[in-house]
């Protein structure tokens, strides 16, 4: 959505969702990425939002099987991305999926991550992946903020690790309440932050020199569109990663 801006949108705007929420020093970084979700657009390449930065990180509307959809729903003047509800025993399946880019990579610099979400307490599955690019196994490295069991938590994970320890920071209060919620997530230096409405909810030590760079998509909605991939049945809106 563009109008009725909340604490989240107005500063991802700006570029400067990481120091206004966690405080300090104001920074000139803008978002590498972010949907605001307020159309999709249909080519000969099929369906996707569009990256409201201009940076041409198309958000692809990609199905599995059995197919979900995305639709549009109303959030403030504008619009949010509505995913798959009344399949869930189906196991259906629909993401937003971006090419991978060098600008969504981190490295081991400061990132900020985050979406504005919407849970219904009948939306609440063991694992919902609401943002994410990489994974946890395998060696790619991870960042993702998720919404498994209805609990808003940001998770990283080295790239090449061997011996790999997953890092959380998870708020133990439900988010799955039928109303809006800014969720962001923030790594700087050596800690994981987790961002609830403005407010710290959980914050973690992780490895200073951690590092996320990998070939993965960027992906929000679901970790791919196979069985067993975490599926996300809300509504998201303003979806977006800041790197510095």
Partial sequence: MRAARTRLTALAAAGVVAVAVHGGAAQAAAPSVRYDADTTVTDAGGTYFPDSTGLGHRG??????????????????????????????????????????????????????????????????????????GFAQGGAGLYKLQADGGKAGCVMVDTGSTNTTVYRATWATSIADGAWHDLVCRRTGSTLTLTVDGTVRKRVAIAADLGVSNSAP????????????????????NAFVQRG
Avoid: Y
């Fill in 218 to 237: 960027l992906r929000l909605g679901g970790k791919n569109t196979k069985t067993g991939n975490d599926q996300f049945f809300g509504a998201l809106d």
């Fill in 60 to 133: 692809h509307v990609e199905q599995g099987s059995p197919a979900g959809t995305i639709r549009l729903i109303a959030h403030g003047a504008g619009k949010a991305a509505k995913f798959p509800a009344g399949c869930m025993a189906t196991s259906c399946r629909v993401i937003i999926e971006a090419a991978d880019a060098p600008d969504l990579d981190p490295g081991s610099g400061d990132v900020t991550w985050g979406a504005q979400v919407l849970l219904q307490p009948r939306e609440v599955t063991p694992g919902a992946n609401v943002l994410q690019k």
